[in-house]
């Protein structure tokens, strides 16, 4: 649900474009590899390992909507 709501705040401030594009895309390709790892083999350390990298570039992306919505990016 963040990733929706973070994707449409960027894109209503203009600012959907560069590196944030690139995080977003970024975000949903590990979110196929991360469910590809479970429907196939489903390994806990490795999908874990690719959900918390996922997380990470979401917390970037919602750092970087909140520094547009707030002045400071």
Do not use: E, K, T
Not at 47 to 56: E, K
């Amino acid at each position: 649900m963040l990733f929706y709501a973070v994707a449409l705040i960027l894109a209503v401030a203009g600012a959907g474009q560069g590196l944030n594009l690139w995080l977003a895309w970024a975000y949903v390709a590990i979110g196929v590899v991360h469910s590809l790892i479970q429907a196939l083999g489903n390994v806990i350390l490795v999908r874990f390992g690719v959900f918390m990298v996922g997380s990470a570039v979401l917390l970037a992306l919602a750092v970087r909507a909140a520094r547009v919505v707030f002045g400071a990016g």
